[in-house]
């Protein structure tokens, strides 16, 4: 173990000088100029663990999804793939993904249930190499880990016990902009929110005209492919409306102001 700063490699080395001596000769103080998260290249590794897509050697690729209930994970063959050789492909894929799986589940520290959705395979016994390269690729894990046969749709269900918060729980938090849902409405639908948001408020208050404050891009989606329809509305409400594009809203954040 290597430490960069001095007052955390000397608590470290009272501490294992304490509890554990033998490894004492393990902890080493880092003086370098460089920062060791470079050096160690800590700083790549983290990124590519918090993104969902992890590329394999085969050319296929992991989705791996961290929902509320589960963790779902994903394989998947890259591009096209020849009628010929398919099934074997397919169990080459699956194999180095078994392996992937098992380490990612380690390195973005992932616990509780895991379904992990290999690609579908008609061999039986390429069905259960596949698991077992899974369990022995589990086995290095020091978290407890349990494994059940695979599901008719090639799911495999299983377990791994939680230790600590995930990576991702403990270096992220969610999207202020998607509130977490990872997509936004789209400029379309936040126009005809505008629109009828405008016909509930003239009903309800009296006013001259309407001053509407949204992000530019929704503002440019009514000014152009909208024209006809806010046209529409202004007969309809007997009002002039006025859209302003504001840079500091995000996409879904709008303000009707009745004047
Ligand atoms: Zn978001």
């Given amino acids: 173990m290597r430490i960069d700063s001095r007052e955390t490699f000397e608590r470290t080395l009272k501490f294992v000088n304490q509890f554990m001596p033998k490894m004492v000769d393990r902890i080493e103080h880092y003086p370098g100029e460089r920062p060791i998260f470079d050096l160690y290249g800590v700083e790549d590794e983290i990124q590519r663990a918090l993104k969902k897509e992890v590329p394999l050697k085969s050319g296929g690729y992991l989705i791996v ?25 397919v169990y080459r894929t699956n194999l180095e993904a078994a392996q992937a799986v098992a380490r990612q589940l380690r390195v973005r520290n992932l616990g509780g249930i895991i379904i992990i959705d290999f690609i579908d395979m ?62 936004l409405k789209t400029a379309e639908t936040v126009c ?16 001259e005209k309407l001053l509407v404050l949204a992000a530019p891009k929704v503002v440019s989606r009514i000014v152009d ?12 409400i007997r009002k002039t409306i006025r859209f302003q594009p504001e840079d500091q809203y995000s996409q879904e954040q709008y303000d009707v102001v009745l004047l």
């Avoid at 077992?132 to 791994?160: F, I, N």
């Avoid at 230790?163 to 729980?169: A, F, Q």
């Avoid at 492919?225 to 309809?236: C, G, K, N, Q, W």
Wanted: aromatic share 6%; charged share 35%.
């Fill in 65 to 89: 999804d961290q929902t509320e209930a589960m963790t779902t994970v994903d394989v998947n063959t890259g591009g096209f793939l020849g009628t010929r050789n398919l099934e074997e492909t």
């Fill in 122 to 183: 008609v061999d039986e016994e390429h069905k259960r190499q596949v698991l077992r390269q899974l369990e022995k690729s589990l086995s290095r894990d020091h978290a407890k880990t349990t494994v059940y046969d695979m599901s008719p749709l090639g799911l495999v269900e299983m377990t791994r016990k939680r230790t600590t918060e995930s990576l991702e729980r403990l270096l992220c938090e969610p999207c202020p902009t998607c509130i977490g849902r990872g997509s």
């Fill in 192 to 207: 005809y929110e505008i629109f009828r948001e405008i016909t509930r408020a003239v009903r309800q208050f009296d006013c």
């Fill in 225 to 236: 492919e909208e024209s006809a329809a806010v046209a529409e509305l202004e007969e309809f």
